[in-house]
């Protein structure tokens, strides 16, 4: 009998669970994605014409954030991430050829050329900003239609530092500038492929100025007096809390076990 590997099964945004959110246990087939480290941990995308298997349900990854540890949703978040590259890179992006999954590496490699394609994650900073001892600032995003404020994020530019991208996107957003920018924490984000690089600073200099197509509303905000936040268990969550209670980002106690 072949052994039973633990599943992540996807089908696009949703992972496949039992009714009490535990991951099911299959038996192995040649195209799984291997992504255990000892365990046999495997991950495998559900077909469009494939039937839910009786007793499991499809559940969106986003939900699972609230419902799992920051380790699990780890796993998963690594797991989509690597389904992902692996769909994106069935052929050499240099020569055209069909690849071939590699191995003993995560790597799509070109039989033709010899070309290997690595996943990539996207660096993507989000910094809290706060002013004065009890305020901090919150942004709506336009493209959001829910009433919940924000931290200001984006994407990192080619040739740019962390910091440098830090005041870039707090400029172009909201039109202000500033300083004491400091490290925090950092978190896989699998919607597709990013690492979220927490930041703080305070503001320095400028009056709000919204950038429209990014931007539907943005204020400081007292503390006591904070509209609708992102939800528990994303990092802008536990950054707003920071930045007003002073406590832990992330959880490093994992790194002296
Ligand atoms: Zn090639």
């Not at 945004?13 to 038996?27: A, C, R, S, T, Y």
């Not at 050829?97 to 989000?126: D, F, K, L, S, W």
Request: with cysteine; charged share 20%; net charge negative.
């Amino acid at each position: 009998m072949s052994k039973l590997s633990l599943a992540y099964i996807f089908k696009q945004q949703q992972l496949l669970v039992d009714e009490n959110f535990q991951l099911p246990e299959v038996e192995q087939l040649a195209s799984d994605l291997n992504i255990g480290t000892g365990d046999q941990v495997i991950a495998r995308d559900l077909l469009e014409d494939e039937p839910i298997p009786q007793g499991l349900q499809l559940i969106p990854i986003r939900q699972l954030l609230q419902l799992w540890n920051v380790k699990e949703f780890e796993q998963a978040s690594r797991a989509i991430q690597l389904l992902e590259w692996r769909r994106n890179h069935k052929f050499c992006s240099h020569c055209g050829t069909a690849t071939e999954v590699h191995a003993t590496e995560y790597a799509m490699v070109c039989p033709a050329c010899g070309y290997h394609q690595y996943p990539r994650v996207n660096p993507c900073v989000i910094t809290v900003i706060t002013r004065g001892k009890d305020e901090i600032l919150l942004a709506k995003n336009a493209r959001n239609a829910r009433q919940m404020y924000g931290l200001i994020a984006g994407f990192v530019e080619v040739g740019e530092t962390l910091e440098e991208a830090v005041r870039r996107e707090t400029l172009e957003e909201v039109g202000i500038q500033v300083k004491n920018i400091q490290y925090l924490a950092s978190q896989p984000w699998p919607f597709p492929s990013n690492l979220m690089i927490a930041f703080k600073a305070e503001y320095a200099a400028g009056e709000l100025q919204l950038q429209e197509e990014e931007i539907a509303d943005a204020a400081f905000f007292k503390f006591d007096h904070l509209p609708e936040i992102p939800f528990k268990g994303s990092i802008a969550h536990a950054m707003i809390m920071h930045a007003i209670h002073g406590t832990a980002v992330a959880d490093d106690t994992e790194a002296w076990l």
